[in-house]
């Protein structure tokens, strides 16, 4: 059983920055595709960033320029540089991950969500 566990979440006033990261417990993090996804009230979860084992990146239109997604193999983790936040950013974010792309319905590991909030 793989355990992703994300922290980095809060509250920040709008054009701030919060960095989150998740943790994995994987014995071959190393292999996997790594994503952050959102979801905010009312709407459904939605794709964010994603970080290839080969660190080849895609980012959702929203978030281009000013998210950055990285990883460290060493510390099995993955991280989320969110930068000129918007109001529009507030919502629970998810890690994921194994072998998928941007549809969250091809991961197979998921860790339990932080908030993040963001204050006009």
């Known amino acids: 059983q793989v355990h992703l566990v994300e922290s980095g979440g809060g509250l920040v006033q709008a054009g701030g920055s919060l960095r989150l990261s998740c943790a994995s417990s994987?014995?071959?993090?190393?292999?996997?595709?790594m994503a952050w996804f959102r979801q905010a009230p009312g709407k459904e979860r939605e794709f964010v960033a994603l970080?290839?084992?080969?660190?080849?990146?895609y980012y959702a239109d929203s978030v281009k320029g000013r998210f950055t997604i990285s990883r460290d193999n060493d510390r099995s983790t993955v991280f989320l540089q969110m930068n000129s936040l918007k109001p529009e950013d507030t919502a629970v974010y998810y890690c994921?991950?194994?072998?998928?792309?941007?549809?969250?319905?091809?991961?197979?590991?998921w860790g339990q969500g932080t908030q993040v909030t963001v204050s006009s």
């Open positions: 994921a991950g194994r072998y998928g792309g941007t549809d969250d319905m091809q991961y197979d590991y």
């Open positions: 994987a014995q071959t993090f190393d292999a996997y595709s």
């Open positions: 970080i290839r084992w080969s660190h080849a990146t």
